[in-house]
């Protein structure tokens, strides 16, 4: 197992939950095993994983991550609310790169409109208009 320049655990799912078990507070092994977990398919582990880093904390950086691929995975699971919520984690954080405040406004807005609330989801249109001019009118799925 090692760790990247950005200091996330790369290795396999097994060889990080071992690291879990030696050190079960580590936020930064729970949310590099998310990661794996949700390229394995593993959507419900893969939850669980960045709900535990995000309890645990993690930095500025890899929150503003764990929320939006958790949104990303309620929101695939239906859990459109929940996808709402996380997605307005991201935008209330600020990130710094105008694309993932663009990326996150977006798919609250298609969250926000599948839970009914087409005043919410055109608001949300409107200021990811203003980020970039050329953005999609109709929230993605």
Do not use: H
Not at 11 to 23: K, P, Q, V, Y
Not at 93 to 115: C, D, I, V
């Amino acid at each position: 197992m090692l760790k990247d320049a950005l200091g996330a655990w790369r290795g396999s799912a097994s060889e990080i939950s071992r690291l879990i078990e030696a050190e079960p507070g580590n936020a930064d092994a729970y949310f590099s095993r998310a990661g794996v977990r949700g390229a394995e398919g593993d959507r419900d582990g893969a939850l669980k994983d960045f709900t535990m880093a995000l309890k645990l904390g993690l930095r500025y950086r890899e929150s503003i991550v764990a929320y939006g691929n958790r949104g990303l995975i309620r929101y695939e699971m239906g859990d459109y609310l929940g996808a709402a919520d996380d997605f307005s984690e991201v935008v209330e954080r600020k990130p710094r790169q105008k694309s993932l405040l663009k990326a996150a406004l977006l798919k609250r807005a298609a969250a926000r409109e599948k839970l009914g609330d087409n005043d919410g989801a055109a608001a949300d249109l409107r200021l990811a208009s203003l980020l970039s001019p050329d953005c999609e009118q109709q929230p993605t799925p």
